[in-house]
Structure formats: C-alpha cells, structure tokens
C-alpha cells in the first residue's frame, strides 16, 4: 500500500518478521524502516535524509500518528508493527533459528544491559558483536569490517533518527548483512534504563506522552516537528479531497 512516497507492508508483527528473517537465508536484503511522524518530518525536511530513505525496501508503519494519517488519506485501517516489537520478535525467531545478531548504537553500558537482558529473555541468541553509537565517522570503515567478519545476518542500529538510517545507507553497499534495521531507543528500553509505556497507552496512540514524562528535555523538542507532520498530513487529505471533486 502506497503512503505518501513509502510502500508499506501491510502485515501483522509475527508476519513481517518471519518475511524479515527469510531475507537472511536468501540472497535477499532488507533495509527496515519503522515508519512514525518524526520519520516523516525528517524525509520531508532534511535533504539527505530525503535521498537516504530511498534505499529502505521494506517499511513498517509504526508510530500512532502514522496509523491515524494511513486511515484519513488511504480510507483503510492498517496494523501497527512498533520497532522495538518487531526487533524483538526478530531476535525470539533468532534465538531458534542461530541468526547471528549485532547491536550497534547508544552508550557502551546500555549495549551491554541490552545484550544481557536479550540473552536473558531469548536462550540461545547468539549475538556475534556490538559497537556503541558514539564514534567517529572515519571508525566507519574498522566496524562494517567487525560486522562483516562477525558474519552478521540481522544488524540493529539504535543511534536515533536520522542518524541511523543515515549510517547505514551510507554503509548499505558494504554490509553483508541480511536485515539492516533502525531501532531508535529500543536499547534504552530492553536494557531497562527506560520503561515502557503501559500496554493500554500503547493501544490509544499515548506512547509518546509516557515518553514524553521519562525524558521531557528530550521529546519536549521534538513537539513542533510531530505539528508540522499533523499539518503536512491534513494538506495532503485537503488537496486529495479537491482533487476527488474536480
């Protein structure tokens, strides 16, 4: 289905993941976008970003403003596959199938209370390596190399967005890997530095608010960008609606 400039997958969680996962046994490589309204800003606004997003084959709607856009502009109501989810599931699938997982982004103790806390959840995991997000750009080529040898089928890069998407379309052309995946803050969460929203603010779409309370700071700065998205999305329906009665 298409929305905006993204072919999403219209799939359940446990579907897209096995989809995923099978790209790893084939020749097959997926790029994995977890489509939300800051995505979107960001693809709207940031010229590189723009031209980087090019590269996704395999995107996920996500974020609750996506869904609400999807259903006023498509007229059809799609599921949810939240990133940090579909990472999980991934990593369950891994567990019982000995795909080799890497962990690339965040501060070096939260990659290590991840790795644990995964392990901990998912005997088995065999996790082949981790970097932290915090490196310079010319430590680029040392880590695809690390990647690479490590034998790397699923790569999670949790450094934020843009930065993660953009690093790995960068690196894209160079990395052996079968599933390439942005994972925003999904290691702050898993490693228990942060919770998680509870299950009935997930379901109404007040994630963000939960969110917003743990780190106001952070996600206090990123309200105008989710604004500008909201109005992006009723031009978008205004104009649909004009052209319908032309």
Not at 115 to 126: A, D, F, M, V, W
Request: with cysteine; proline share 3%; charged share 25%.
């Amino acid at each position: 289905m298409r929305f905006l400039d993204f072919d999403l997958q219209d799939r359940d969680l446990d579907s897209a993941a096995s989809e995923l996962l099978g790209g790893t046994k084939s020749d097959k490589k997926y790029f994995v976008l977890t489509l939300n309204a800051l995505i979107v800003y960001e693809y709207l606004h940031n010229r590189d970003y723009h031209e980087a997003l090019k590269r996704v084959n395999y995107v996920v709607p996500d974020g609750s403003g996506v869904l609400k856009a999807v259903k006023l502009l498509n007229k059809k109501k799609v599921s949810r596959v939240p990133g940090i989810d579909l990472m999980l599931t991934l990593c369950k699938l891994a567990s019982i199938g000995s795909e080799r997982i890497y962990l690339l982004g965040s501060q070096i103790d939260t990659v290590t209370k991840t790795i644990r806390k995964l392990k901990e959840r998912y005997p088995g995991l065999n996790i082949v390596g981790s970097h932290n997000g915090f490196f310079d750009e010319s430590e680029s080529d040392t880590i695809v190399a690390e990647i690479n040898n490590s034998r790397t089928d699923i790569l999670f890069v949790g450094m934020g967005v843009p930065k993660q998407e953009l690093w790995i379309t960068k690196n894209l052309d160079r990395l052996n890997v079968g599933v390439l995946m942005g994972v925003g803050g999904s290691f702050d969460v898993i490693s228990g530095n942060l919770n998680r929203a509870p299950v009935w603010m997930q379901k109404i779409g007040l994630e963000w608010l939960y969110r917003t309370v743990q780190e106001p700071r952070k996600r206090l700065r990123l309200i105008p960008k989710l604004a500008k998205f909201e109005l992006h999305i009723l031009k978008s329906y205004f104009c649909l609606r004009r052209g319908g009665s032309g």
